[in-house]
């Protein structure tokens, strides 16, 4: 007789399928084999977006073609504009995004089926995204949008379409960091979500609005948010200490914290960490330093859990006057290319994702007639 399948709750272990895009090799996280502490360093995000869509960094002409293309596809279509302005101000912004990423997929520019064409509709989703995030920001502070402006890079830009002027250096540099940071993560849930839904033949807008309804939860990308709402609540590192003893005391779980991958550290909350000490020092805000250190020591040297890169990301959006609904769909304005690359990757290998579960409902039984039920 042949053995039961294993089972393992959350997919924890469980090999899903192959990728040539991102992996974690002994802790640290590659894009396409690259280190991300180099591609940090050494790549803004439109680099990264053409590394995880094409596989192979851009030589600078391929470069500056990449930002044309985000630049040319920024414009939202007039639906959208009017959506946006009658959504409920109220409404949820991740939810805003996944109604209007569905809504913008019926304007679709890109002609023909694919691998181009969609990798060409995966350029125009990341430039809509932004678009719509900054849109939605302007809107809910009674502004009118202001178009994407050519030359700038993709988060200048994204700061410039929200505030209507362009960013410092500083301020575009930690943005683009985090896009950088937030792009892939092999098969974490939304990835896995979107190559769920591309393995069932459906398309690119489709798998990316599964994506963006993954990413919301506070487990997933939700957490910088949930990671800054808890911040907030402190004025002192001493009460923020006292809190954190006491959530832990009752076993309460500490948002920004805690990977399935990695069991000793994000190397992206230490690189953005860096540069958060460093934008808190420029600003003056030592006291959130306090608050996030405060938290972060009996987590990391009692419970030998350690800071995801949502940790340091609400803060460094808070530092930067970014208000806390848009840290998520931030996250998603960057995932959108690695979602992308996946969604490639998955329609060329592809086989329908069916697993099997373990049925613990009632045996089998007849049907009563209506009237015979209780
Ligand atoms: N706070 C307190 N305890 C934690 C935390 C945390 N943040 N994370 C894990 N633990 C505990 C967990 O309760 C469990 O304890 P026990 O063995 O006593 O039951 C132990 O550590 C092992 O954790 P796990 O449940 O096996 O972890 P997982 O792989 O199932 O879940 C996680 C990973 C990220 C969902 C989880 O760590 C978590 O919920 N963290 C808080 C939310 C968060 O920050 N999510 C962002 C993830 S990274 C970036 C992203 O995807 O956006």
Redesign the pocket.
């Known amino acids: 007789m042949s053995e039961a399948p294993s089972y393992s709750p959350?997919l924890?272990g469980v090999i899903a399928g192959r990728t040539t895009i991102g992996c974690v090799d002994q802790g640290e996280l590659l894009y396409r084999g690259y280190p991300i502490q180099e591609l940090a360093q050494k790549t803004c995000f439109e680099e990264v977006a053409y590394l995880l869509l094409h596989g192979e960094l851009p030589n600078e002409l391929q470069l500056a073609v990449a930002r044309k293309t985000l630049y040319k596809f920024a414009t939202l279509p007039d639906a959208v504009l009017s959506a946006l302005r009658t959504l409920p101000k109220e409404a949820n912004m991740m939810d805003v995004l996944r109604s209007m990423v569905s809504l913008t997929g019926h304007f679709d520019p890109v002609r023909g089926d694919g691998e181009e064409a969609d990798r060409q509709r995966a350029y125009w989703l990341t430039a809509q995204i932004s678009s719509i995030i900054a849109a939605r920001f302007r809107l809910l502070k009674g502004l009118e949008p202001v178009p994407a402006k050519d030359g700038l890079g993709h988060a200048a830009n994204l700061l410039y379409m929200c505030h209507g002027a362009e960013p410092t250096e500083l301020e575009a540099g930690i943005v683009d960091l985090t896009l950088v940071l937030y792009a892939e993560h092999d098969f974490?849930a939304s990835t896995f979500a979107a190559r769920v839904i591309t393995s069932t033949r459906s398309d690119i807008v489709s798998a990316v609005v599964g994506g963006i309804g993954a990413l919301k939860g506070?487990?997933?990308?939700g957490?910088n948010e949930a990671a800054m709402d808890m911040l907030q609540r402190f004025t002192s590192g001493e009460e923020a200490a006292t809190w954190v003893r006491e959530a832990l005391s009752k076993k309460q779980?500490?948002?920004?914290?805690?990977?399935?991958v990695y069991r000793n550290g994000d190397h992206r909350a230490r690189i953005l960490e860096e540069k958060l000490r460093e934008l808190a020092k420029q600003l003056g805000a030592d006291v959130w330093m306090e608050i996030y250190d405060a938290i972060k020591k009996p987590m990391v040297e009692e419970?030998k859990?350690f800071p995801?890169?949502?940790y340091p990301c609400g803060l460094v959006y808070y530092l930067l006057n970014l208000p806390i609904d848009v840290y998520t769909p931030l996250f998603v304005a960057a995932r959108i290319t690695g979602w992308s690359a996946h969604i490639l990757e998955q329609k060329v290998d592809d086989r329908i994702f069916r697993p099997l579960s373990i049925y613990e409902g009632p045996k089998m039984r007849s049907v009563p007639a209506l009237k015979d039920r209780p």
């Open positions: 959350g924890a974490n506070p487990l997933h990308g957490a779980l500490i948002m920004g914290f805690g990977h399935r419970k859990i995801n890169v949502d």
